[in-house]
């Protein structure tokens, strides 16, 4: 006698959710049993997914999110240093930065970072299309806003090699002791990174 298990339209959904970043199998499973609960939460979630799919697409220019066929709020306000931007691993990066007010220039957002292991090469993200852009607009600086992990560090690398044959002031984040932190909770190379990042006062 087969073992028992979820019907076969079932079994898909918790496989679609366990692919998500973040959710195991058994978090996918719980998902699905909630949604399947009550009958009123699933239609809703198909009309917001679908409405994504439909309504909104990554800005041609940045790679921020924008409503299709509107004008990317980022890249056309007037109110923006036009020559200077900050590449990002991602569009949620982009509202990190924005959310603390301290960055008023563009942005490019990467799709990603270089990670030979995970086979994500050069041509994988939006390189080429950074490189356009600061020919185009006659850019000034570029902030490397990317993470300080092995990958990170790779990418930022890569592209400060590729954008320093354009003769182009190129800045990475401050990195180090985070803000309320003691020594007593920093690792050796937050400090290191700390150390060598300080500034005058």
């Avoid at 980022?74 to 960055?103: M, P």
């Avoid at 401050?174 to 150390?195: R, W």
Wanted: aromatic share 4%; proline share 5%.
């Amino acid at each position: 006698m087969p073992a028992l298990d979820y019907p076969p339209p079932l079994q898909r959904m918790i496989a679609q959710i366990k692919a998500l970043p973040g959710l195991g199998p058994r978090s996918a499973e719980r998902l699905v049993l909630w949604l399947m609960q009550d009958g009123g939460r699933i239609e809703p979630l198909i009309d917001s997914l679908s409405e994504i799919t439909s309504r909104v697409q990554a800005c041609d220019e940045c790679g921020f999110f924008i409503e299709r066929d509107q004008e990317c709020g980022l890249c056309h306000s007037t109110k923006r240093n036009h020559r200077l931007i900050c590449v990002v691993e991602q569009a949620a990066d982009v509202l990190r930065l924005e959310r603390s007010g301290a960055f008023m220039g563009l942005y490019h957002v990467l799709g990603g970072k270089l990670s030979p292991l995970d086979n994500i090469t050069p041509e994988d993200l939006r390189i080429e299309a950074l490189l356009d852009r600061v020919k185009a607009l006659q850019i000034e600086e570029v902030i490397l806003a990317v993470g300080s992990d092995v990958e990170g560090e790779a990418t930022a690398s890569y592209l400060s090699d590729l954008l320093r044959a354009e003769g182009l002031a190129i800045s990475r984040l401050a990195q180090g002791m985070p803000a309320g932190g003691g020594l007593d909770h920093v690792d050796e190379l937050t400090l290191y990174q700390a150390l060598n990042g300080r500034r005058r006062m």
